[in-house]
């Protein structure tokens, strides 16, 4: 039971049922200021029920409440305000985290179930974009997230390896392209054609109209054609698959929009039954009026298929093979009409699941408050990125730690880790501004920062060869450890918190609030110190370093042991 349950529970047997266990909850509220205590219940709310003054309500359910589980309670005017026994909360919190390991927090309420994750997705033939990151990194957070939850993960690549572009491409290859060229640097050149291509289509629009014939005959299945996009789509993933590897993020399908090819018959088959095409223009659509949304455009006039027609044929076959229990779409807000496209079309079907899919937006990566955008060739590559990040991070750590053995390798784990933390460290919808020195830095609220902390941790443990015993009686009752031993209590409701919200924010910002509340501890007092208290107080470093290390994992960072 968390904290707050006990406190809960204590007001609902005092208040004999005139509020229940969790309307209790709801009201109660955590106190900006220790001398408030831990956890504070305002009566607003009973003083209306009860039509009595709520100071005077503080005061009689103070007296019926039993001290027992409590330091003391204090009414001050309205508020009844809950000390938590220090001593009794860390002997079971500590214990908790030394028993469970890495394990606490964990629950099994998804056992059995799948939960679907589209996340990347990139374009084959462009770069793999900061917005592409964004949803990789944050995808990959999500997925540890539901594990931990007990579901089944499945991540899903849905790659943009279909669509006019491809029609495009061809083109400009054509025209202007060589073998050597692209075989050298393959995105690289395939992103010079593919910007040449929209600037002289510019003035010369008949390209647009060769493009769509090129396109067309992929979709016919033309052997030229095929070989091309074969070739761009090879090419492209070796380069996307080094930046996974560097990210040390998998996936369980690269099926990609090419995929769903020969499944999209089917559903507009489907459609078509349920009565639910109509022709506007020549193009096939579904009308979504009645949900306030632009109709679901499933087929051009020329019978070339839609980006939207390929996520219709993926949900299905998603929900044909995996039978989730929710499917996530990790991509930017700016794609926010679509997926509400795609869910009011499986509900006019009439399929209960249409709401099992959940659109996982997030803002914009930008640099000098300026968006980025790739038509225009205006890109941060992004391999050049993780590169200078670990460089720098090298450079820190050659400065603090000249003798780190594996040096080059833990300067990776920080480097990326330090562009993955930056990018979950804010609520996923906020847009911010990457600027790679303010992200490696080692202090503030960073990945190098929290990786840091951890390393500490382990370092005190390793020097004190302490060696933790769950049978043991651990118990702390200073005002510094109290902050730490709360943010471990909290642990398990934090998790629920990020899994309910989808946020891994939820995360990075305990990990932070761990470490500076660790670091505050650590500052305050002798902890390697001959003293009564010395095992309680490695105790509490063990169960920091463990739960910093579960922090990190889940957002998909490494914990080195030394820095
Ligand atoms: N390739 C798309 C893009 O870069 C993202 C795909 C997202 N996933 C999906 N199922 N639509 O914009």
């Known amino acids: 039971m968390s904290e707050r349950e006990v406190v ?28 408030h205590g831990d956890v504070a219940f305002p009566t607003f709310a009973l003083a209306k029920l009860l039509h009595k003054a709520p100071q005077a309500i503080a005061s009689e359910l103070a007296e019926k409440i039993p001290t027992e589980n409590f330091e003391k309670i204090e009414v001050v005017g309205p508020y009844l305000n809950f000390f938590l026994d220090k001593n009794k909360v860390s002997q079971d919190t500590l214990n908790k985290v030394i028993t469970d390991g890495s394990n606490y927090g964990s629950e099994n309420v998804g056992y059995g179930r799948n939960v679907v994750i589209d996340m990347s997705s990139p374009n084959i033939a462009k770069p793999i974009s900061m917005g592409h990151l964004r949803s990789t990194v944050i995808g990959n957070a999500l997925a540890n997230i539901v594990a931990k939850m007990g579901y089944t993960p499945v991540k899903i690549n849905h790659l943009g390896d279909w669509g006019t572009q491809f029609g495009k491409l061809i083109v400009a290859y054509k025209k202007w392209g060589t073998e050597e060229a692209v075989k050298k640097a393959p995105i690289q050149e395939l992103l010079r054609l593919y910007v040449e291509f929209h600037e002289v289509a510019e003035t ?22 095929l070989a091309l996009w074969q070739w761009f789509r090879d090419e492209s993933l070796t380069e996307f698959n080094m930046i996974y590897d560097k990210l040390g993020i998998t996936f369980d399908s690269f099926a990609g929009e090419a995929f769903y090819n020969d499944k999209m018959d089917e559903v507009v088959d489907i459609l078509d039954e349920k009565g639910l095409l109509q022709e506007s223009d020549g193009a096939t659509i579904v009308n979504l009026d009645k949900y306030d949304l632009n109709p679901a455009l499933i087929k051009k006039s020329d019978g070339a298929t839609l980006y939207i027609t390929r996520d219709l044929a993926a949900a299905l076959y998603r929900k044909r093979t995996y039978d989730f229990a929710k499917a996530l779409y990790v991509v930017g807000n700016e794609q926010s009409g679509h997926f509400k496209q795609l869910i009011a079309t499986f509900r006019e079907l009439g399929y209960d699941w249409a709401d099992d899919i959940i659109h996982v937006p997030f803002g914009l990566i930008t640099q000098g408050g300026k968006k980025l955008s790739t038509r225009k060739g205006k890109i941060i590559l992004l391999e050049a990125v ?40 804010n609520d996923r919808l906020n847009n911010f501004d990457f600027d790679l020195e303010e992200v490696v830095r080692f202090e503030g609220e960073t990945g190098p920062y929290v990786q840091y902390t951890h390393a500490r941790s382990m370092s005190l443990l390793r020097k004190s060869e302490f060696k933790p015993d769950p049978t043991a009686t651990y118990q702390l009752n200073d005002a510094d450890s109290w902050e730490v031993i709360k943010l471990l209590q909290a642990y398990p409701e934090t998790i629920e918190r990020a899994f309910k919200k989808l946020e891994p924010s939820v995360i990075a910002k305990h990990a932070i609030h761990l470490a500076q509340a660790f670091n505050k501890y650590y500052a305050h007092v002798r902890i390697l110190d001959e003293n009564s208290e010395r095992d309680s107080r490695l105790a509490l470093v063990y169960a920091v370093a463990t739960i910093l290390k579960e922090d990190l994992r889940l957002l998909g960072l490494k914990a080195p042991d030394e820095m």
């Open 204 to 225: 010369e629009p008949e390209l647009e109209d060769e493009a769509r014939a090129w396109f067309k005959r992929l979709e016919d299945g033309d052997e030229e054609a």
């Open 386 to 425: 993780l590169n200078e990040a670990d460089e720098l991070a090298l450079n820190q750590i050659t400065a603090k730690n000249p003798d780190l053995p594996r040096k080059e390798q833990i300067a990776h784990e920080v480097g990326t880790g330090a562009v993955i933390f930056h990018d979950l460290k």
């Open 8 to 35: 809960a529970q204590a007001l609902t047997t005092a208040l004999d049922g005139q509020l229940s266990t969790d309307e209790i909850l709801n009201l109660l509220e955590n106190p900006k200021s220790a001398a």
